[in-house]
C-alpha cells in the first residue's frame, strides 16, 4: 500500500481516558486532532480505549452515581471526541522522530507531520518473568496463565478451578475478589506480610471466603502441560527460603503496570522506570511541542479521572503552544513555538539567537 501523508496541528498518540479528553477538548478548539491508538492485540497488550476496557465497575469517576462499566464509560468519551470531530487511525506506530517540528510519526502505511503531539499511550500489565510464564508454546501464557482477571476469569478454562493471584496491591485485591465470580477457589501469593492496597479493597478481598491470603510467598515457577494448561505452581517462603508445590489450574499476575514509552526512549527525558517526566504545572516535556498526560506520566495517581484531568491538561497546553503563548517546561522555564525561553524566575526572556531581554513590564 502507498505511504499516505497526513498533516495536522495536534496529534494524540493513545485512546483512554487521557487521549480521549485531550481529543474532546483540541476538537472543541478547531484543532482537528488525529488521534492514533494501536489495534488490539492480546499478545502486545493493547485496547483501544485503554485499562478502562479490562475494567468491570467503575465506582469512582465522577458522574456516575450509580456506577459505569469500564466499557461503556470508554464508549461515551469516544463519541464526544467524535462528536467535535476528532479523527481517528488505527495503526502501529512504528518510529517517531521528535528532533525537529513538525513531529514525524511513522506507521506502516502512514507518514504522519504533527506541529503538536500529546502522548498519552498508557501504561501495561508487569510480568515476574519465572518460568512457565511466556506465551505459549514456551509456557503458558493464554493457557492458564493471565494478567487481566475481567478479561479472562468468566473463560471456561478458568470456570470452578482453583486460581492464584500474585501481587499486594489494589490490582490484585481487585482480581482476585473478581475471579470469586466464576473460580472454585482463589489464592493471593503476596510477597510480604502487609498489604500494599487501599483499606477498602482489603477488606473486601479479606472478607471474601474464596480467598485465602499466602503471605510471605513468592511464585518461582508455573507448572503444567501443553496440552491441558497449567496443573500447579512452584512457591517459595521468603522468611526460610523453603519450596513447595501447589496444585491450581490458573495464575493471574497482578504486580503493577509498566509506562509505554519504548518509541520515545533516547528523546524524551523519562524516570528510571520509564514515566515521562512532565513538572505537574504543565503537562510539557523536555521538547516544546511535545506533551505527556495519563499512565504514560503519572506513577503515583494513575486514576481514569487524574489521566482525563492531565489529558485536558495536554489539549490547554497545546493550544497554548500554537496560540504563540508560553508553556511551562519541566525545567521550571517557559517557551514558545517561536523557540523564546523564558527563565524560571519569569525576568529574561532569551530569544533563539541567543539575544537577552527583559521580561519586566514597562511603565511609562
Ligand atoms: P502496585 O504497585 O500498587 O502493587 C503491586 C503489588 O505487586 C505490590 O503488592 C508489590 O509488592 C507486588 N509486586 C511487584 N513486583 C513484584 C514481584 N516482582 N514479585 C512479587 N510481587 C511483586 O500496583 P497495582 O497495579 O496494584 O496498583 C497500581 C495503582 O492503581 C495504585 O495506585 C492502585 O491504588 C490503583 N488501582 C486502583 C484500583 C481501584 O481503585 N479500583 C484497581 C487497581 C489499581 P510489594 O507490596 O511488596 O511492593
Avoid at 517462603?237 to 495464575?251: H, P
Avoid at 528510571?272 to 495517581?301: E, K, M, R, W
Wanted: hydrophobic share 40%; net charge negative.
Amino acid at each position: 500500500m502507498p505511504t499516505e501523508e497526513i498533516r495536522r496541528q495536534v496529534v494524540i498518540i493513545g485512546s483512554g481516558p487521557a487521549g480521549l479528553t485531550a481529543a474532546i477538548y483540541t476538537a472543541r478548539a478547531n484543532l482537528s486532532p488525529l488521534l492514533i491508538d494501536a489495534p488490539a492485540d492480546t499478545e502486545r497488550q493493547t485496547t483501544p480505549g485503554g485499562q478502562l476496557m479490562i475494567t468491570t465497575d467503575v465506582e469512582n469517576y465522577p458522574g456516575f452515581a450509580k456506577g459505569i462499566e469500564g466499557p461503556e464509560l470508554m464508549a461515551e468519551f469516544r463519541k464526544q471526541a467524535e462528536r467535535f470531530g476528532t479523527e481517528f487511525l488505527e495503526a502501529w506506530i512504528t518510529k517517531v522522530d521528535l528532533h525537529q517540528r513538525p513531529f514525524t510519526l511513522y506507521t506502516e502505511n502512514h507518514v504522519v507531520k504533527a506541529e503538536t503531539l500529546i502522548i498519552a499511550s498508557g501504561a501495561s500489565a508487569k510480568w515476574l518473568g519465572i518460568p512457565g510464564e511466556a506465551k505459549t508454546p514456551h509456557g503458558f501464557g493464554g493457557n492458564g496463565v493471565s494478567a487481566c482477571a475481567t478479561c479472562d476469569g468468566p473463560l471456561p478454562a478458568f470456570r470452578n478451578k482453583r486460581l492464584l493471584v500474585v501481587g499486594g496491591g489494589d490490582t490484585a485485591m481487585e482480581e482476585a475478589t473478581f475471579l470469586t465470580r466464576y473460580a472454585a477457589k482463589v489464592y493471593v501469593a503476596h510477597r510480604r506480610d502487609k498489604l500494599r492496597a487501599s483499606k477498602i479493597m482489603q477488606e473486601k478481598a479479606l472478607r471474601n471466603e474464596k480467598i485465602e491470603f499466602l503471605w510471605n510467598t513468592e511464585l518461582v515457577e508455573i507448572l503444567g502441560t501443553q496440552a491441558d494448561g497449567v496443573n500447579a505452581v512452584r512457591l517459595r517462603d521468603t522468611n526460610n527460603g523453603q519450596e513447595r508445590a501447589m496444585e491450581v489450574e490458573g495464575v493471574f499476575i497482578a504486580i503493577g503496570h509498566k509506562p509505554n514509552t519504548e518509541l520515545f526512549k533516547g528523546q524524551l527525558d523519562m524516570d528510571p522506570v520509564g514515566y515521562i517526566l512532565t513538572n505537574g504545572h504543565s503537562t510539557a516535556t523536555n521538547i516544546p511541542g511535545v506533551f505527556a498526560c495519563g499512565d504514560v506520566q503519572d506513577s503515583v495517581y494513575r486514576q481514569a479521572i487524574t489521566a482525563a484531568g492531565t489529558g485536558c491538561m495536554s489539549a490547554i497546553d497545546a493550544e497554548r503552544f500554537l496560540d504563540h503563548l508560553p508553556v511551562e517546561m519541566p525545567s521550571g522555564e517557559e517557551v514558545t513555538i517561536e523557540g523564546e525561553h523564558i527563565t524560571r524566575d519569569r525576568r529574561l526572556i532569551i530569544e533563539p539567537d541567543g539575544e537577552v531581554i527583559s521580561n519586566e513590564p514597562v511603565f511609562e
